[in-house]
């Protein structure tokens, strides 16, 4: 572990992006202390622009609402869908790979072109066509992108399977009588785990993206205040009033961005390749 910090702490961008995110993170625990009301109340004059008022520094949105709350609060729950979509995605994604390259052969024929029907179907039209269907709320949201993202989870923890089913320890633990469950969960999963984890940090940020688009495009859940939820209310007065607009997609921006540079970070101390740069 002191290794893996020392080599993750080497690189100056991962150790940026995790002070943004941890900036983010504090946004979010902090909202309800900073805004404790409800950040769809109405609190000040419409079109209030940033700094036009010490009261709210972001401003207002065309119907009054304070759009520092709606930023600070917006983090929460956009932070949470990128997070459970991606657990949906790697539970899935996970689950499909492994069984298909623990067992190959015909097992592995038929989950991979399972697989490859899902992949030759745009993520983002099918993420739409899914809340379009089962109606926009969060819950819906979360499935919608994890049910997208998991394909190239599943052909790469296939690929690590692929290349230690045939190891000195598998072909011990199957001559020791083990069950294959065991065997994929308990001894092949954590020494495949390091490539899985960098996807994973990916597919939060890719999740966040998601979602926000999914708002744009007035899919978002209407009951809940998200990053995405501003951003689509404030499409309709991107002429007059941008701000509205560039504020949450700023910090969607940085926090994507941390999430990149983490995962980059990652991905070199991870690999063992790259220990001794």
């Known amino acids: 572990m002191k290794d893996f910090l020392r080599r993750f702490a080497r690189n100056k961008a991962a150790a940026a992006g995790v002070v943004i995110l941890l900036v983010v993170i504090v946004m979010a625990f902090a909202a309800p202390a900073l805004y404790p009301g409800s950040p769809w109340d109405m609190v000040a004059e419409p079109f209030l622009a940033p700094g036009a008022d010490h009261a709210y520094p972001l401003g207002s949105d065309m119907m009054g609402r304070d759009l520092a709350a709606g930023v600070f609060h917006g983090a929460r729950v956009s932070l949470l ?15 499909i790979g492994a069984v298909a390259g623990y067992y190959g052969g015909w097992v592995d024929d038929v989950l991979m072109r ?18 379009a269907i089962f109606q926009p709320t969060v819950t819906n ?23 230690l089913r045939n190891r000195e320890f598998v072909q011990a ?82 926090t994507v961005l941390a999430l990149n540079l983490v995962g980059e970070g990652l991905n070199d101390a991870l690999n063992p390749r790259l220990k001794n740069r």
Not at 81 to 95: D, E, K, N, R, Y
Not at 124 to 130: K, Q
């Open 81 to 95: 869908i990128g997070m459970v979509a991606t657990l949906v995605a790697l539970i899935l994604g996970v689950s």
């Open 114 to 131: 399972f697989t490859e029907i899902f992949q030759t179907i745009p993520a983002f039209i099918f993420a739409i066509v899914l809340v």
């Open 173 to 254: 633990c199957i001559a020791m009588g083990m069950g294959d469950l065991r065997i994929i969960v308990v001894h092949i999963l954590p020494n495949a785990l390091a490539p899985i984890i960098v996807t994973g940090s990916l597919m939060v940020a890719t999740a966040i993206l998601t979602e926000a688009g999914l708002a744009f495009l007035g899919l978002g859940d209407p009951n809940v205040m998200t990053w995405g939820t501003i951003i689509g209310a404030g499409r309709e007065v991107l002429r007059s009033a941008a701000y509205v607009t560039a504020l949450p997609g700023i910090a969607v921006l940085f």
């Open 141 to 163: 949201i979360v499935l919608a992108i994890g049910t997208v993202s998991w394909p190239p989870v599943a052909r790469l923890t296939r690929g690590e399977f692929l290349a």
